[in-house]
């Protein structure tokens, strides 16, 4: 509890010390300069602080043995008829209650490398690290009436508001400490759809089929040409992938509707699927539902970018690269399970895609549950190149099938190769 006049004579001395201790641990006094030019403001406040709170907690050590001796000689004082001098203590401290100044045009800002928002909890400990002038003097604030008033600027919420941002987990603990636990995550952000960095122009739609509703015949839909004369997915459970090969679904110009089953890849998660921690690999995922062979799990989400505009790769553990045409080529050596194999390579110009940057997908900062799936020698997931919205066989999506079946509970992974940094 704070520490007022009222309830400790000897509050005075107690600063006094605080603030003399603290300029010989912090060189003002000019005895331990030479130690300290170096040490930035804020550091200073946070030693200054460490040295209050030493003595604060003293101090109510202390303050708390005084109490009960005062309980004791007030039980004695009630006994002798002599309560009077209790009843004026009480009266005083309604008193100084009551007058409370209310400044509606103070405005909150930094001073002193003490950000908007520090709390201090008594006015001594302003004393020690330079805030407050005197440990005497009162303290301007602005009461209940005007906190209506307050607006923020940009929209943005201060520090000082004591309110959980990000919030992921109420409570890590399972209820197992005293008081919660919270998790919480500002820094990876979570998005449905891809994200196009800024300087970096997409191609444009490329022509739709003439379907209507439903792409139901392989010999008239243009998109079913493209894949072989056959369409790669089949209708079970929303459609599943046939075999691994490259894939042309419909697009936003197309004349079959979202019902469609050559647009597997482009509906929302179907499966249940779990993020948590390794003891050895770090975050992974795993599916909640058995997840059957062929089925889309899930689009690998970012940032579209160019891989020389990364400022740092080595140290960027989300990158993935866009390389569906050395795939189609056979570089690489991955495994079966990963391969996206294209039998319609020569309707593609390589000599355009060859002229054009490599890109990639950074998911440090955006993206979603694909991130954290791992890396595994034995995967149960294929790689895929979907392209939809255009052709450019170099900036086409990347959807994870279900290589196997997997049961619920399963680890659930590809064979990234060459495709992900690590």
């Known amino acids: 509890m704070p520490f007022h006049p009222t309830e400790l004579q000897f509050n005075k001395k107690a600063a006094k010390m605080v603030e003399r201790d603290a300029k010989i641990a912090l060189g003002l006094d000019g005895s331990n300069a030479s130690n300290v030019a170096e040490e930035s403001a804020h550091?200073?406040?946070?030693?200054?602080?460490?040295?209050?709170?030493?003595?604060?907690?003293?101090?109510?050590?202390?303050?708390?043995?005084?109490?009960?001796?005062?309980?004791?000689?007030?039980?004695?004082?009630?006994?002798?008829?002599?309560?009077?001098?209790?009843?004026?203590?009480?009266?005083?401290?309604?008193?100084?209650?009551?007058?409370?100044?209310?400044?509606?045009?103070?405005?909150?800002?930094?001073?002193?490398?003490?950000?908007?928002?520090?709390?201090?909890?008594?006015?001594?400990?302003?004393?020690?690290?330079?805030?407050?002038?005197?440990?005497?003097?009162?303290?301007?604030?602005?009461?209940?009436?005007?906190?209506?008033?307050?607006?923020?600027?940009?929209?943005?919420?201060?520090?000082?508001?004591?309110?959980?941002?990000?919030?992921?987990?109420?409570?890590?603990?399972?209820?197992?400490?005293?008081?919660?636990?919270?998790?919480?995550?500002?820094?990876?952000?979570?998005?449905?759809?891809?994200?196009?960095?800024?300087?970096?122009?997409?191609?444009?739609?490329?022509?739709?089929?003439?379907?209507?509703?439903?792409?139901?015949?392989?010999?008239?839909?243009?998109?079913?040409?493209?894949?072989?004369?056959?369409?790669?997915?089949?209708?079970?459970?929303?459609?599943?992938?046939?075999?691994?090969?490259?894939?042309?679904?419909?697009?936003p110009n197309c004349g079959c509707g979202p019902e469609c089953v050559n647009r597997a890849?482009?509906?929302?998660?179907?499966?249940?699927?779990?993020?948590?921690?390794?003891?050895?690999?770090?975050?992974?995922?795993?599916?909640?539902?058995?997840?059957?062979?062929?089925?889309?799990?899930?689009?690998y989400i970012g940032v579209l970018t160019r891989t020389e505009d990364l400022d740092s790769v080595f140290e960027n553990n989300y990158i993935f690269y866009i390389d569906c045409l050395q795939t189609m080529r056979g570089l690489g050596g991955r495994a079966d399970a990963s391969v996206s194999v294209i039998q319609n390579v020569d309707k593609i110009d390589e000599q355009r895609s060859e002229s054009m940057p490599e890109f990639c997908i950074d998911t440090a900062s955006i993206g979603n549950v694909a991130r954290f799936i791992n890396h595994s020698c034995e995967p149960n997931l294929c790689i895929q190149c979907v392209l939809s919205a255009h052709q450019d066989i170099k900036l086409a999506r990347v959807v994870l099938f279900a290589a196997d079946n997997i049961p619920p509970l399963q680890v659930i992974s590809p064979f990234y190769g060459l495709y992900k940094h690590h």
């Open 43 to 251: 550091i200073k406040v946070k030693k200054a602080e460490r040295l209050f709170n030493n003595y604060y907690l003293h101090l109510v050590q202390f303050y708390f043995l005084i109490q009960s001796f005062l309980v004791v000689l007030r039980m004695r004082k009630k006994r002798r008829g002599a309560d009077k001098v209790d009843n004026k203590a009480s009266k005083g401290d309604d008193a100084d209650g009551k007058a409370k100044i209310k400044r509606p045009d103070l405005k909150a800002m930094a001073k002193a490398s003490i950000d908007v928002g520090h709390q201090f909890y008594s006015r001594a400990e302003m004393v020690a690290v330079g805030f407050h002038s005197h440990w005497l003097n009162g303290t301007d604030f602005m009461g209940r009436f005007y906190r209506k008033g307050v607006h923020f600027a940009h929209g943005r919420v201060p520090k000082c508001t004591s309110e959980i941002v990000g919030l992921v987990c109420e409570d890590i603990s399972g209820g197992q400490e005293n008081v919660p636990i919270p998790a919480t995550n500002l820094v990876m952000r979570n998005f449905k759809s891809m994200k196009v960095a800024r300087n970096l122009k997409l191609p444009g739609n490329a022509a739709g089929c003439d379907c209507e509703r439903l792409c139901r015949d392989p010999n008239t839909c243009s998109h079913a040409k493209l894949n072989g004369s056959d369409f790669p997915y089949v209708h079970l459970g929303g459609g599943r992938l046939v075999e691994a090969k490259h894939v042309f679904e419909c697009g």
């Open 265 to 299: 890849s482009q509906g929302e998660l179907k499966y249940r699927l779990e993020v948590f921690h390794t003891p050895k690999k770090g975050w992974a995922v795993r599916s909640w539902d058995f997840i059957p062979a062929g089925a889309p799990v899930c689009e």
